[in-house]
């Protein structure tokens, strides 16, 4: 497991927050969703068609349609993102011809089409957090429905909370949700998949002590507005798989 600063994400960052978007971003938001962008840079990975689970307003999901090109399909289970989402694709005049948002409880989802890159931001850890089949069984049911609908040669990407203790939130609450790395990893493994990068990691202690790790708030604030309230003790943990 390798620890990845959020400094080290700052190239994809100025590029994700250089579109406008009506929704907070905070420290937590940008590492998660950079470390996708990281990732298909360094590999040199062009998406043709995103399956975004849990769908909210993500900026790198909006970057990789200005940039790629890319057919998007965001599934969530509510529409109360939908009217910011829109908000953004009209700010930074994106093709909403080829960007779908359907809202479904993912653990039903079916579709026709298949996806290259199908990614999770912190949505299905909350889906199902019952402990019958692994120690998250959201995990294993949605990677499930995921291997149904990637393409062969395709990639599932988790970004998303994890710890081993259930330990309070930000806002109190306990959290029974989330689990180690290994037993994420062990759950979609489970499901037909093979985990193929280094896992990075970032600790609570570090995303709460730094903020923004030495990222000016002017070098990240031109397309979006930043949260600094958010202070919790999960860590983070970003994971890439493909079929077995």
Known sequence: MKKLNLIELESQIKKTCGLKNPKLVNSDGLWKQNVILKFLEENKISP??????????????????????????????????????NAALDLNNLNSEKVEYEVADFLQYKSDKRFDLIYDICSIAHFNPAKEITANDGFYQSAVIVNSILEEDGYFMVS???????????RGEINVEYISPDQIIESIEKAG????????????????????????????????????????????????????
């Open 48 to 85: 043709r068609r995103i399956l975004d689970i849990g769908a909210g307003c993500a900026n790198v999901s909006l970057y990789l349609i200005k940039e790629y090109g890319s057919e998007y399909v965001g599934v969530d289970h509510s529409t109360k993102d939908l009217e910011d989402f």
């Open 160 to 170: 998303t909370d994890c710890h081993e203790e259930n330990k309070p939130n930000h």
């Open 193 to 244: 998949f093979t985990l193929i990068n280094d896992p990075l990691f970032l600790s609570s202690s570090d995303i709460n002590s730094a903020g923004l790790n030495g990222i000016t708030l002017n070098r990240v604030d031109g397309g979006v507005d930043f949260d600094p309230r958010h202070q919790d003790f999960y860590d983070r943990v970003f994971l890439v798989f493909k079929k077995s």
